[in-house]
């Protein structure tokens, strides 16, 4: 049987080898860099000497069946190339007992002096999740009520999975994380449900954002939890990490889901799974208690059909959110207008009111956005137009 070497390095070591390498020449390339590329891994193992990093094949292989065909894959196309394999310590035995191709070789052993790694608990004491003993549900149930028009069902569903959820993670420590799949068209006020929630935690800050529509390229990982060490843009924080941090709440919302490509989604298995995810360097972030909300365009066939089903099994609740009906978008127009003449100081009779309601199309539009956008014409036209 053709066999080939793992050496092994201790996760406090990673980035000083790192740097040793490209100082050397020779780069070092991830699992999911060679899943997004598979199809073209000769050409990429043609140049010159480079490592291949095994760590996180082992994590994504327990929830995702292709990784252990794109590594046997990998071990017959490098016979006659220069490509050295490498693992964090603590998986190597599992890729021994898992792939009987890969044979244990030398540990990388360097002179780490102050240099440490540690895992950061951005989930810490300064974040308010919605599993603290002080969120109350009957309190978020009404600030969900205020606060977002129509979806009744969802909001019930989901005041549901929050309770099972608080449990599941301070009682029987079994959930790190809460996931909630959004699907539906465009205008529903998928993203919005985040937004509320986020302002019941957090009134001041922004909120945790990602849209995935910005990492389609196919550095898309990179962008999301940085560059490997010594690559362009390794010592500034993920884009991930930057906006996690600036929130309070523990909130995530992911937009657009379904731009998210092969990397990205190993990406959410292991965060998803394990309640915390590895940066390009090596550290830990850990978001134990929060909330992650996922929204897409998908219709629930095409989710079907477009997420793989591993990761499907790791959201705790899918739910459509259809149009709302013309009286609800009524009043979602109306808590508009009342909160732009709350701002500016003014009052709406109700001839006013209807008036702004209707120059909006509110019978035929549905889009909440396109909805917001006119309200907000619709309300200037009438109290700052009128007057010039």
Known sequence: MFTVKVDYYSQISY????????EEGIYTLTIPLLE?????????????????????AVKLSKVNDTINYILEKIIYLIVD???????EEKYLEELLNTIPNFVKGEKVDLD???????????????????????????????????????HEAFKETLLRELEAYKYFNMIIEDQPILSVFLL??????????????????DEINSVAKINLANYKSESSLSGLIGSPPGYIGSKEESDLVRKIKVSNAGVLIIDEFEKADSAIHNFFLQLLEEGKFDDAVGNVHNLNGYIIIFTSNFSKNEYLEKVPPELRSRFNLVF????????????????????????VGVKLDKSELE???????????????????????AFYELKIGNKN
């Open 36 to 56: 997004l590329h598979q199809n073209e891994i000769d050409d990429l193992l043609i140049e010159s000497e480079v490592d291949i990093d095994l760590t996180s």
């Open 112 to 150: 780490i002096l102050e240099e440490t790694l540690e895992e950061k608990d951005i989930s810490n004491n300064s974040k308010r999740l919605i599993i603290n003993d002080a969120i109350k549900i009957d309190e978020l149930k009404m600030h969900l009520n205020r606060n977002i028009v129509g």
């Open 15 to 22: 980035r000083k080898y790192i740097e040793n390498r490209k």
């Open 184 to 201: 539906g068209p465009s205008g529903t006020g998928k993203t919005e449900i985040g937004r509320v929630l986020h302002k019941y935690l």
């Open 320 to 343: 459509e959110c259809a149009h709302l009906k013309i009286k609800q978008r009524e009043e979602y127009l109306e808590r508009i207008f009342h909160e732009y003449s709350k701002k």
């Open 81 to 87: 190339k220069n490509v050295n394999f490498i693992i």
């Open 355 to 377: 008036n702004l309601i209707l120059t909006t199309n509110v019978q035929k539009e549905k889009n909440l956005r396109i909805l917001r956008q006119k309200a907000r014409k």
